[in-house]
């Protein structure tokens, strides 16, 4: 049975710090990608950050690039999301997402139930 259980999301001001976590099992990881996407009210899914099971590859969307950095633990099944200088359209409810292709979100096979970051002003 498939799981990603996603921790680590909260309230924060704004310029603050959050690291999400995703713990995955029940799949095959490896040659494919695990990522983050974010859905805001009223708004579609983005793809947020994704990472390379098989090396070392991430792709980011603009608008968090330099603030956000995704990383893997050395068994290549938890995926970590290290959120900096945090604004209030990074606000949403974040998912975890695994076997899939960049931030591609039609490609991924398996998803999280999602864990909620709002950011204050």
């Known amino acids: 049975q498939v799981q990603l259980v996603e921790s680590g999301g909260g309230s924060v001001q704004a310029g603050g710090s959050l690291r999400l976590s995703c713990a995955g099992s029940?799949?095959?990881?490896?040659?494919?990608?695990m990522g983050w996407f974010r859905q805001a009210p009223g708004k579609p899914r983005e793809g947020v950050a994704a990472i390379y099971t098989g090396g070392d590859i991430t792709h980011y969307a603009g608008s968090v690039k330099g603030r956000f950095t995704i990383s893997l633990d050395n068994a290549k099944t938890t995926v970590y999301l290290q959120m900096n200088s945090l604004k209030p359209e990074d606000s949403g409810l974040y998912y975890c997402?695994?076997?899939?292709?960049?931030?591609?979100?039609?490609?991924?096979?398996?998803w999280g139930q999602g864990t909620q970051v709002t950011v204050s002003s």
């Open positions: 029940g799949y095959t990881s490896s040659g494919r990608y």
């Open positions: 997402a695994a076997e899939g292709w960049a931030l591609q979100q039609d490609a991924y096979n398996y």
